[in-house]
């Protein structure tokens, strides 16, 4: 790719009508210029990025063929969707994607008509993109619906539960799977692209009609047919599986051979039913260093695109991240107890485990994009034996709460989940905030929850967790902590027994996890008490008490929405020991908190310094006014 940008072309484009206006002809060009655009911002801005190269050839024949956004293309997690955003009339604002008031970072209904379902987790498209059918169908109207979805958003089961009721349902519904996860086959090639087109076409439809009618009056004849149209495809192609769900299966093709894909979804959108496009892509295509390595440069920050992404030769001055905390301790554990199984649903890097992996190949378990299935698996070594260890997002862990549930809470199964990306995430915005865990999971009987506090605690705390044999969890932030030295020794923490940071007077100050940090700080300010909780369940019920006793005022500060969660269990041990006492609850706001950086969101939010400085000076005012108004009446 020559990396001197230059797009006449794409600068003639500000929707998709306008594309829809240039001659087939010029659209190689076009891909080319969208390419260049591509890197040229997101190598600025960072983002996702390998992803939306794979699928730029694609991206262009579905606006150029679909009458969008009558027409409803809906797009799997979004990561794949910035090319489609460049030619949705936001080109001009591609740079600030993923930050402050900018674009979002998925597909997102209220910022643009072309966006016809938000995004964010995977697996959603074919559901959503049957219910478009199923109403277009109900509302008598024409328009088309296509998902489209990556090869690792097939690995769940919501995908297949959709392919499902879609064969049944028989609506007008188009799925392309967007396989980049091999290097394309000698399959797909000008033989299988030509036997796609084939299949897809009238002809071959009539055919497959016509030959149904005539040979329904033979005995035997129809599934002799099947079985001889199936073995024929299947000489070619892996379509039998998505035949059998009810989908009329076409494919592979080349995804950037754009005449290909051009001429096989021209003559899919003349078919009646079910269609299933399986196209073969390469993520990264067309930025070479992305080509030979798309895990690195699936999500970016600033780059040079001339040199790529290189390695600082500056060495960092923060300390690890909470994930490599939880990754060196795993490694740690798994040496020292051949019982130790770590699980994840396709979050290794994220997670803190391709050291674990290298390490210990056989006691790691990537289940794929399955997050229900990681915790049913977790519960079933812990019924033979085993102690699995789920590493796991807190947004994640929302898709996986019924078997967290009923196969592991019902069960007392001593699983242990590390919960990253607790409380504000970043860049990914509203979906992928860990906003609710502590609410989610403190209803559960005898689960233990923990929050640490600074890197130490969080090491500490899942060794503490592991001992147990009950369900346990430990939820700690994305990125950094405050910079505390990391014991190497492993000791448990005392089961549900909080930690007086600091003896104040008139104020306790009751902060839980990443809170405690800024707490302390104010603390020293307002000659406060400062409490690190350390337990959300069990909470430590006396220690409450106590400070009741000697506080006039109590304040509880979380990275949690307050209802139902650590503050709210300290108002519950209040009501339960009949105490009177003035109490106040800070935590995320009861709104959803759009995308930017983990301190836009938390200065947002008012958990940063200020934010908590400011609730806890005024409600200290406000109990003063109180108290001097009670005195004089």
Avoid at 36 to 64: D, I, N, P, Q
Avoid at 143 to 169: C, P, Y
């Amino acid at each position: 790719m020559n990396n001197d940008i230059n797009t006449p072309l794409l600068d003639q484009i500000d929707c998709p009508a306008d594309l829809r206006k240039l001659p087939e002809s010029q659209l190689e060009q076009l891909v080319e210029e969208l390419r260049l655009f591509l890197l040229h911002s997101v190598s600025k801005s960072g983002g996702h990025f390998a992803a939306s190269l794979g699928v730029t050839e694609l991206t262009v024949a579905l606006h150029y063929l679909y009458n969008t956004p009558e027409d409803r293309l809906v797009w799997d997690v979004g990561h794949q969707a910035y090319i489609h955003k460049i030619l949705t009339g936001r080109k001009d604002r591609l740079h600030s994607i993923r930050q402050w008031e900018g674009l979002a970072p998925f597909p997102k209904r209220d910022e643009s008509e072309y966006d016809t379902f938000g995004v964010g987790h995977s697996s959603t498209s074919i559901s959503a993109a049957l219910g478009m059918s199923i109403a277009a169908s109900r509302t008598g109207s024409n328009r088309k619906s296509v998902a489209i979805i990556g090869d690792g958003s097939m690995t769940a089961g919501m995908a297949f539960e959709a392919l499902n009721h879609a064969g049944a349902q028989h609506s007008d519904l188009l799925v392309i799977l967007n396989d980049n996860n091999m290097s394309i086959s000698p399959n797909v090639g000008a033989l299988s692209n030509r036997f796609a087109q084939l299949i897809s076409g009238k002809i071959y439809s009539s055919m497959r009609k016509g030959s149904k009618k005539v040979l329904s009056n033979i005995p035997n004849a129809v599934e002799l047919a099947k079985r001889a149209e199936e073995h024929v495809k299947g000489l070619i192609v892996p379509g039998t599986l998505f035949e059998e769900f009810g989908f009329n299966y076409i494919g592979p093709v080349d995804g950037h051979d754009l005449h290909a894909l051009i001429s096989t979804l021209k003559n899919i959108r003349e078919l009646d039913g079910p269609q299933f496009l399986h196209i073969i892509t390469k993520k990264g295509k067309g930025y070479e260093p992305a080509e030979n390595d798309p895990v690195k440069y699936h999500g970016v920050t600033p780059f040079d695109p001339h040199k790529g992404i290189v390695p600082s030769a500056k060495p960092s001055t923060s300390g690890p991240t909470y994930s490599k905390i939880f990754g060196d301790w795993a490694s740690d554990m798994a040496t020292i107890d051949h019982r130790f199984a770590a699980i994840t649903p396709a979050m290794r890097e994220g997670s803190g485990l391709v050291q674990f992996e290298k390490d210990h190949p056989d006691k790691y378990f990537d289940v794929a994009i399955a997050e229900q299935h990681s915790v049913t698996v977790a519960a079933g070594m812990a019924c033979d034996g085993l102690k699995p260890v789920v590493a796991i997002y807190s947004t994640f862990l929302q898709r996986a709460y019924d078997q967290l549930v009923h196969d592991v809470v019902v069960q007392e199964l001593p699983v242990l989940f590390a919960i990253d990306r607790a409380g504000c995430v970043g860049a990914d915005g509203p979906t992928h905030n860990g906003s609710y865990d502590l609410s989610f999971m403190r209803c559960l009987p005898k689960m233990v929850i923990m929050a640490p506090a600074d890197e130490n605690e969080c090491r500490q705390m899942l060794y503490t967790g592991y001992q147990l044999d009950k369900p346990a969890a430990v939820r700690y932030p994305r990125g950094t902590g405050p910079g505390v030295e990391i014991q190497q020794e492993m000791t448990a923490l005392p089961l549900g027994k909080a930690e007086i940071r600091r003896k104040g007077k008139s104020l306790a100050i009751l902060a839980f996890g990443t809170m405690v940090e800024p707490c302390e700080r104010i603390a020293e300010e307002l000659d406060a008490t400062v409490v690190n909780m350390r337990f959300v369940k069990p909470i430590d019920e006396m220690l409450i008490v106590e400070m009741c006793a000697d506080h006039d005022l109590i304040v509880t500060v979380e990275e949690n929405v307050i209802p139902g969660g650590a503050g709210a269990a300290v108002n519950e041990v209040i009501a339960a020991h009949g105490v009177t006492q003035k109490i106040a609850n800070y935590g995320l706001p009861d709104r959803l908190l759009q995308h930017g950086s983990r301190e836009d969101m938390l200065r947002d939010a008012g958990l940063d310094y200020e934010g908590i400085r400011n609730f806890i000076i005024s409600q200290s005012d406000q109990f003063e006014k109180e108290r001097k108004i009670s005195s004089a009446s």
